[in-house]
């Protein structure tokens, strides 16, 4: 399998894993909610500043690896 990931999908991958440690309770995030992780300020090296279709790149990337999945609607 190919590891090789861009420097947005290491960042969404890396947010994804620390807000589910530091925040489940947020779980699933929305495409916003990773954005703005993604480009906080504090904590992140480098800091980066993406817009929505990069982190959506991202996701789509990482979801055709298996990496992660999406999830849609309302939780109950």
């Known amino acids: 399998m190919d590891w090789n990931l861009s420097p947005e ?3 969404v ?3 994804l894993v620390e807000k589910e ?3 489940p309770e ?3 995030l929305s495409v916003n ?3 703005n992780a993604c480009n906080q300020k504090s904590s992140r090296d480098p800091v980066m500043d993406l817009p929505e279709s990069s982190v959506r790149e991202a996701i789509s990337s990482l979801t055709r690896r298996g990496l992660v999945k999406t999830a849609s609607g309302y939780g109950g």
């Open 9 to 11: 999908e290491l960042r």
């Open 13 to 15: 991958l890396g947010c």
């Open 21 to 23: 440690s530091t925040t």
């Open 26 to 28: 947020q779980y699933p």
């Open 33 to 35: 909610a990773l954005r």
